[in-house]
Protein backbone atom coordinates (compact mmCIF):
# COMPACT_ATOMS: atom_id res chain seq x y z
CA UNK A 1 0.00 0.00 0.00
CA UNK A 2 1.45 3.44 -0.84
CA UNK A 3 1.51 6.26 1.58
CA UNK A 4 -0.84 8.68 -0.49
CA UNK A 5 -4.12 9.24 1.57
CA UNK A 6 -6.93 7.77 -0.14
CA UNK A 7 -9.83 9.52 -0.27
CA UNK A 8 -13.58 8.14 -1.29
CA UNK A 9 -16.95 9.47 -0.45
CA UNK A 10 -20.76 8.22 -1.11
CA UNK A 11 -24.25 9.05 -0.27
CA UNK A 12 -26.98 6.88 0.68
CA UNK A 13 -30.60 6.99 1.10
CA UNK A 14 -31.84 6.85 4.64
CA UNK A 15 -33.47 3.51 4.96
CA UNK A 16 -32.35 0.29 5.80
CA UNK A 17 -31.92 -1.32 2.44
CA UNK A 18 -28.96 0.98 2.12
CA UNK A 19 -27.07 -1.36 3.95
CA UNK A 20 -25.98 -3.50 1.65
CA UNK A 21 -24.88 -1.07 -1.17
CA UNK A 22 -22.82 0.73 2.27
CA UNK A 23 -21.24 -2.65 2.97
CA UNK A 24 -19.98 -3.64 -0.83
CA UNK A 25 -18.94 0.14 -1.43
CA UNK A 26 -16.90 -0.36 1.76
CA UNK A 27 -16.06 -3.83 0.46
CA UNK A 28 -14.73 -2.29 -2.30
CA UNK A 29 -12.91 0.47 -0.51
CA UNK A 30 -11.33 -1.95 1.55
CA UNK A 31 -10.15 -4.16 -1.10
CA UNK A 32 -6.61 -3.31 -1.28
CA UNK A 33 -5.88 -2.53 2.22
CA UNK A 34 -3.16 -5.36 4.09
CA UNK A 35 -5.66 -6.23 6.62
CA UNK A 36 -7.22 -9.60 7.51
CA UNK A 37 -10.87 -10.85 7.66
CA UNK A 38 -11.51 -9.85 11.53
CA UNK A 39 -10.26 -6.50 10.86
CA UNK A 40 -12.99 -6.09 7.96
CA UNK A 41 -15.56 -7.73 9.68
CA UNK A 42 -14.83 -5.17 12.63
CA UNK A 43 -14.71 -2.21 10.23
CA UNK A 44 -18.38 -3.32 8.54
CA UNK A 45 -19.82 -4.10 11.44
CA UNK A 46 -19.22 -0.55 13.03
CA UNK A 47 -19.89 0.68 9.89
CA UNK A 48 -23.32 -0.63 9.62
CA UNK A 49 -24.69 -0.04 13.02
CA UNK A 50 -23.48 3.56 12.76
CA UNK A 51 -25.78 3.85 10.13
CA UNK A 52 -28.28 1.96 11.28
CA UNK A 53 -28.65 4.06 13.71
CA UNK A 54 -28.38 7.37 11.60
CA UNK A 55 -31.03 5.93 9.21
CA UNK A 56 -33.43 4.94 12.31
CA UNK A 57 -32.87 7.49 14.88
CA UNK A 58 -31.39 11.17 13.46
CA UNK A 59 -33.05 10.21 9.87
CA UNK A 60 -36.09 8.58 10.90
CA UNK A 61 -36.04 6.22 7.99
CA UNK A 62 -36.88 9.16 5.48
CA UNK A 63 -35.91 7.84 2.16
CA UNK A 64 -36.12 11.52 0.97
CA UNK A 65 -33.58 12.26 3.19
CA UNK A 66 -29.63 11.38 2.63
CA UNK A 67 -26.17 10.29 5.11
CA UNK A 68 -22.78 10.63 3.47
CA UNK A 69 -19.88 8.48 4.52
CA UNK A 70 -16.56 9.70 3.60
CA UNK A 71 -13.52 6.75 3.71
CA UNK A 72 -10.02 7.92 4.45
CA UNK A 73 -6.50 6.13 4.42
CA UNK A 74 -3.82 8.22 5.95
CA UNK A 75 -1.14 7.87 8.48
CA UNK A 76 -1.59 4.07 8.82
CA UNK A 77 -5.00 4.41 10.00
CA UNK A 78 -8.77 4.11 8.17
CA UNK A 79 -10.68 6.76 8.83
CA UNK A 80 -15.09 6.90 8.58
CA UNK A 81 -16.98 10.16 8.42
CA UNK A 82 -20.68 9.82 8.69
CA UNK A 83 -22.74 13.24 7.85
CA UNK A 84 -26.17 13.72 8.32
CA UNK A 85 -29.20 16.55 8.95
CA UNK A 86 -30.85 14.57 11.25
CA UNK A 87 -31.86 14.75 14.98
CA UNK A 88 -28.71 15.04 17.25
CA UNK A 89 -27.37 11.81 19.20
CA UNK A 90 -27.70 12.46 22.70
CA UNK A 91 -24.00 12.80 24.06
CA UNK A 92 -25.08 11.00 27.44
CA UNK A 93 -25.98 7.80 25.54
CA UNK A 94 -22.12 7.70 24.22
CA UNK A 95 -20.75 8.57 27.73
CA UNK A 96 -23.28 5.88 29.10
CA UNK A 97 -21.68 2.84 27.13
CA UNK A 98 -18.04 3.89 27.22
CA UNK A 99 -18.63 3.80 31.00
CA UNK A 100 -19.88 0.32 30.75
CA UNK A 101 -16.46 -1.63 30.90
CA UNK A 102 -18.40 -4.92 31.28
CA UNK A 103 -20.76 -4.91 28.03
CA UNK A 104 -22.72 -6.92 29.72
CA UNK A 105 -26.07 -6.33 27.69
CA UNK A 106 -29.10 -8.15 27.10
CA UNK A 107 -28.27 -10.34 23.94
CA UNK A 108 -32.21 -9.42 22.81
CA UNK A 109 -32.19 -5.74 23.56
CA UNK A 110 -32.10 -3.27 21.44
CA UNK A 111 -30.94 0.51 22.72
CA UNK A 112 -27.23 0.60 23.57
CA UNK A 113 -26.40 -2.48 22.15
CA UNK A 114 -25.14 -1.24 18.69
CA UNK A 115 -23.20 1.71 19.89
CA UNK A 116 -21.62 -0.79 22.46
CA UNK A 117 -20.63 -3.13 19.15
CA UNK A 118 -19.21 -0.06 17.64
CA UNK A 119 -17.36 1.27 20.84
CA UNK A 120 -15.40 -2.63 20.69
CA UNK A 121 -15.26 -3.01 16.70
CA UNK A 122 -13.19 0.96 16.40
CA UNK A 123 -10.14 2.77 18.13
CA UNK A 124 -12.05 5.80 18.28
CA UNK A 125 -15.44 6.68 17.79
CA UNK A 126 -17.06 10.51 18.04
CA UNK A 127 -19.99 12.14 17.00
CA UNK A 128 -20.22 15.84 17.21
CA UNK A 129 -22.43 18.46 15.66
CA UNK A 130 -20.71 20.97 13.57
CA UNK A 131 -22.72 23.52 10.91
CA UNK A 132 -25.93 22.25 11.82
CA UNK A 133 -24.94 18.42 10.82
CA UNK A 134 -23.83 15.60 12.81
CA UNK A 135 -20.57 14.21 12.00
CA UNK A 136 -19.97 10.72 13.12
CA UNK A 137 -16.49 9.27 12.92
CA UNK A 138 -14.91 5.59 13.16
CA UNK A 139 -11.36 5.48 13.26
CA UNK A 140 -9.40 1.90 12.97
CA UNK A 141 -5.45 1.76 12.88
CA UNK A 142 -3.82 -0.84 9.87
CA UNK A 143 -2.55 -3.41 11.47
CA UNK A 144 1.21 -3.87 12.05
CA UNK A 145 2.52 -4.57 8.32
CA UNK A 146 4.99 -7.04 9.63
CA UNK A 147 2.22 -9.06 10.17
CA UNK A 148 1.12 -11.59 7.64
CA UNK A 149 -2.66 -11.46 8.21
CA UNK A 150 -3.42 -13.51 5.10
CA UNK A 151 -6.52 -15.83 5.25
CA UNK A 152 -5.13 -17.69 2.51
CA UNK A 153 -3.47 -21.72 3.73
CA UNK A 154 -1.41 -20.77 1.03
CA UNK A 155 0.64 -17.84 2.66
CA UNK A 156 -1.47 -14.94 -0.33
Not at 81 to 97: I, M, N, Q, S, V
Request: hydrophobic residues 45%; proline residues 5%; contains cysteine.
Amino acid sequence: MSDVPVNSNMMFPAELTSLSPLAEWLAQQMASLPVGEEWRFALDLAACETATNIIRYALHEDRESRFGVEFRVADRRVTLRFTDAGETFPAERLALARGNEHFDVDPLAESGRGLRLILRAVDFFDVEMNAGKNITTLIKALPDPAVNYSTDKNGG
